[in-house]
C-alpha cells in the first residue's frame, strides 16, 4: 500500500518535472475560448482607455496584447472587460475575467486572503495629491481639513487616512466609485483635492479638465506618501498561466534590454548573439518550456514591442502625458525594471 502510494508520488513527480509545462484549467479554458478576458480599469488615459473607434490602447492593455501574442500568435485576441476599483477583486475570482491588468496595486492581503497571484510590476508608482492650482498649496501637510475626492476598495483610501492621522491633521472623504464621476466632483469643486496613483493624477490632468480648465490650472503636490507597485493580477490555482503572464511581461523587458524593438527585430533574428537568438526562438527551447510557441517573444516584440517602446508610446516622451520613466528605467539605466534572463 504504502509502495504503491510511493510510486503513484514519483510517477506524479516525474509528470510535473518532465519538463513540458502542463496546462491548468484556466490555460485550458482560454485556449478552448480562443480569446483572454482582460479586465482592465474604466477609462485612464495612457494606461487603460478606448479609443474613438472603441480599441483600447494604454500601458496596461499593451500587457493584455503581450499575453495574447504569447498564447496565440496575435495580440488582438482580448476581449476588454472595463472594471471599477470595487468590482475587479470579484471579477477575478468568480472567473468573469482571466486577468486583470488594470492599476492594481500588490499587497500582501490581496496576495493572500483574496486568492490572487501577483505576476511582475509594470509600473512602480506611489499616491499623490492633484490640486487646483488656485489654492495656492504647496505642500500635502497644508491640507488639514480638505475635502478629498478617492475612489473606495482600493489602498489609496487607506493610505489617506493614515496619512492624515499620522501627520495629525483631519480631512473629509468624498468615496466615489466611478472614475467619471470622481474626476467630475474634483474639477466642479465639491473637493478641494483628487488623490490616486500619481499616474492616475497626470492622466487625469491631461486628459480630463473639463473646458474651459486646462491641464496648467492644476498641480501635483510633491509629496509621494505610499508605495504602489502596480502589476497584473491571476487567480491562484493555475501556476503555468501565472507563468504565461509574467514571462511575456519580462519579455518586453528583456526585449529593451538586448536592444530588439518592433522595427528591428526582423533584423535581429539573424543576430550571433546567443541570448538574442535564444530570446527569440531562433534557438528553440524557452517556447517549449513555457507551453507557447517558440515565436512568443518574436510576436510580442513585432506586435506591441518592447517596454520601452510601450512606455514611451502610450505615457512617456512620445505621449501627451510625457510622464517621466523615473523609476521605471531599465536597471542598466538606474531604474528598478529588472526581468530575470530568459534561459
Ligand atoms: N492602485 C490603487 C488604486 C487603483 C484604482 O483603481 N484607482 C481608481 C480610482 S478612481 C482608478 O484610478 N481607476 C482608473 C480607471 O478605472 O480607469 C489600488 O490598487 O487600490
Redesign the pocket.
Known sequence: MRKTTLAAAAGLTAILFSGTAMAGKDLDTIKARGNLICGV????AG??MADSQGKWVGLDVDVCRAVSAALFGDSEKVKYV?L??QQ?FTALQSGEVDMLS????QTLTRDTALGLDFTAITYY?GQGFLVPKKLNVKSAKELNGATVCV?P????ELNLADYFRANKMTFKPVVIEK?DE?RAAFFSGRCDVYT??SS?LYATRAANPPPPLKPEDFIVLPEIISK?P?APAVRHGDNQFADIVRWSQYAMLEAEEYGITSKNVDEMLKSENPTIKRILGVTPGMGKALGVDEKWVYNIVKQVGNYGESFDRNVGSGSVLKIDRGLNKLWTKGGLQYAPPIR
Do not use: H, I
Not at 480599469?41 to 485612464?44: A, D, K, M, N, V
Not at 488594470?102 to 496595486?105: D, K, L, P, W
Open positions: 480599469g474604466q477609462g485612464t494606461f487603460m472595463p471599477s476599483s475587479r488594470n492599476n492594481t496595486t508608482d475612489a476598495g482600493t489602498t489609496t472614475v470622481v490616486n496613483d492616475s504602489e502596480l
